[in-house]
């Protein structure tokens, strides 16, 4: 469907909240949620994750499963990681996002469809069967990346939602989407940017991985703009 069709069905049905693009509202404004944060079908009481889990989830927006992956496993990706920053560090390609002042890697974008060790982990079933039960679907991957955070350098990243970007500029016509952040290192409050803290030097890395409802696919932007590139936000 295009953005004109989809634009067209919302306001025959009277659209509300974030389902109404915002490229056509007046002002900024603070919208209530209006998709539900689990799709529960009669397959949902079958997938891996608990009825307590699901209810943490849905209450709180996230889950936190520590030690999901075995050290081995951690220590595969950890490799595979630094292999790709030190393969990438004089990197020109648009898929290696550089901090704007060191110009070291910051950003490796479509890891999933660039490199096979981060291609498996994401399709690992393990992983799938949890955002499947969650998005009540089958699901793709809307977008892939690894980020790389050293002690003390580096900019900063401001309070944000993603579904914004992912609605306004990719087309995601919904919030039927979840993102899974897999930690490489201890990620802890004392190890993010601009904190003055001991323990702030300590690097930390992670997989990130955006996971869409098949049927929630891209239409096109709601801001009228061109669609950002497919290392981004997947399209086919």
Request: with cysteine; net charge negative; proline share 6%.
């Amino acid at each position: 469907m295009d953005t004109a069709a989809y634009i067209e069905r919302l306001l025959e049905d009277g659209g509300s909240g974030l389902s109404l693009p915002a490229a056509i509202r007046a002002q900024a404004e603070i919208v209530p949620r209006v998709d539900p944060v689990v799709y529960r079908n009669e397959s949902t009481s079958s997938g891996p994750l608990s009825a307590e889990q699901l209810s943490f989830y849905e209450k709180n927006g996230y889950l936190n499963l520590a030690g999901f992956f075995a050290p081995v496993e951690v220590q595969y990706f950890r490799d595979e990681m630094k292999r790709l920053w030190e393969e990438n560090s004089r990197s020109d390609r648009k898929e290696v996002i550089q901090e704007p002042e060191s110009k070291e890697v910051r950003s490796i974008f479509a890891v999933h469809r660039d490199n096979e060790v981060f291609r498996q982990l994401s399709r690992d079933p393990r992983l799938i069967a949890m955002i499947e039960q969650i998005l009540g679907s089958a699901v793709y991957l809307h977008q892939s990346r690894i980020n790389y955070k050293k002690g003390f350098t580096g900019k900063e990243f401001y309070w944000h939602s993603d579904f914004e970007t992912w609605h306004v500029e990719d087309g995601m016509p919904r919030m039927r989407a979840l993102s899974c952040s897999i930690s490489l290192e201890d990620n802890v409050h004392y190890n993010g940017p601009l904190l003055l803290l001991p323990g702030s030097p300590l690097p930390r890395s992670n997989v990130f991985m955006v996971y869409n409802s098949v049927e929630n696919r891209l239409v096109a932007p709601f801001s009228g703009q061109q669609p950002r590139p497919d290392y981004i936000a997947t399209r086919e």
